[in-house]
C-alpha cells in the first residue's frame, strides 16, 4: 500500500451521515482521500457501538485507501493510525500527555481522546479499505455517562483546531507509512508511545478468564502478548470484546 494522495484527496463536510461510509463511496471514484467533519450524525464505533459525536464537540475523519489486492495480513491499519495521530498531537502540544493503548485508542492525561474503527469493503476481486478516527473536541453530557473515562481536546489550555489536525495528518501519512512499513518498526514505535513498559506485571482479562503475568508487547499482527507465572504465551486478538489489561 501507499499514500499517494490526489489533487482533490482532502474533502471537508460540512455534515456526514458516516465518513467512513463517504470514504468508500469517493474510492469508487478516485484512489484516495481523507474526508473529515465535525458534524457526525450515525458514526460507527468498534464492535458495532455507537460514537457520539454532537455538531462541533467532535472531529470525525476517515482515510480512504484505493481498492487493489488484499494487503498483507501482518499490516496493521489501526496500529499505524494510532502512531501516525500520536505524533501529530504531540507536535502540535509538545507538552501534552500523549500515549496509545491498546487495541485502537489515543489517550490525553490517561483518558480515552480518540478511536479508531478500521473497515474494508470488496469491489470485485479488490478490497478497499477506510480508516476512521474519531476525536473529542469538547467535552458533552454524553460523556459522563460512558462507562469509561473519556478526555477532549478543550482541556488543553491552547487546543489544536480541527482542521489543523487533519492537515498535518494529511501531509504527513506518506512519510509515516514510509517509515513504518515493515510490521517490525510499526509495532517497535508504538509501543514507545504506550503506557504500559514492556515487562510490566500485569492481570488481563479476555475471553472470559484472568491471569497474571508479564506484558510482552505486540506480534507482528498486532495482537496482545502476556507471559504467565507458568511460562505460557497468550495472544489476545483486537476483536477481544471483554479487554482489560492495568498494572498488578
Not at 464537540?57 to 496500529?79: E, N, R, T, V
Not at 474503527?117 to 473536541?137: D, M, P, Q, T, Y
Not at 492537515?167 to 508504538?190: D, G, H, I, N, V
Request: glycine share 8%.
Amino acid at each position: 500500500m501507499i499514500f499517494d494522495w490526489p489533487p482533490h484527496g482532502l474533502i471537508h463536510r460540512d455534515s456526514a451521515t458516516s465518513t467512513n461510509d463517504d470514504a468508500f463511496a469517493l474510492l469508487q471514484q478516485q484512489p484516495a482521500c481523507l474526508v473529515w467533519t465535525t458534524h457526525q450524525t450515525a458514526g460507527r464505533g468498534s464492535r458495532g457501538r455507537a460514537w457520539l459525536s454532537p455538531a462541533g464537540h467532535g472531529l470525525a475523519l476517515s482515510i480512504g485507501l484505493a481498492p487493489g489486492p488484499a494487503p498483507p495480513d501482518q499490516f496493521c491499519y489501526p496500529i499505524f493510525a494510532a502512531v501516525a495521530l500520536c505524533d501529530v498531537l504531540r507536535r502540535l502540544v509538545p507538552d501534552g500527555d500523549w500515549s496509545v493503548k491498546w487495541p485502537n485508542d489515543l489517550l490525553l492525561n490517561g483518558r480515552k481522546l480518540a478511536g479508531i474503527l478500521c473497515e474494508s469493503r470488496w469491489f470485485g476481486k479488490n478490497v478497499a479499505i477506510v480508516i476512521g478516527i474519531g476525536v473529542n473536541l469538547k467535552r458533552h453530557p454524553g460523556m459522563d455517562e460512558l462507562p469509561k473515562g473519556y478526555a477532549a481536546l478543550d482541556i488543553l489550555a491552547e487546543p489544536p483546531a480541527a482542521e489543523t489536525i487533519v492537515r498535518r495528518l494529511y501531509y504527513s501519512l506518506p512519510a509515516q507509512f514510509e517509515a513504518l512499513a515493515q510490521p517490525s518498526l510499526l509495532m517497535a514505535a508504538w509501543q514507545q508511545r504506550c503506557g504500559f513498559p514492556l515487562g510490566s506485571p500485569v492481570t488481563l482479562t479476555a475471553n472470559g478468564r484472568t491471569l497474571d503475568g508479564c506484558y510482552e508487547g505486540l506480534n507482528h499482527d498486532g495482537n496482545l502478548k502476556v507471559r504467565d507465572q507458568h511460562n505460557r504465551l497468550h495472544l489476545i486478538q483486537q476483536t477481544c470484546d471483554d479487554f482489560v489489561l492495568r498494572p498488578r
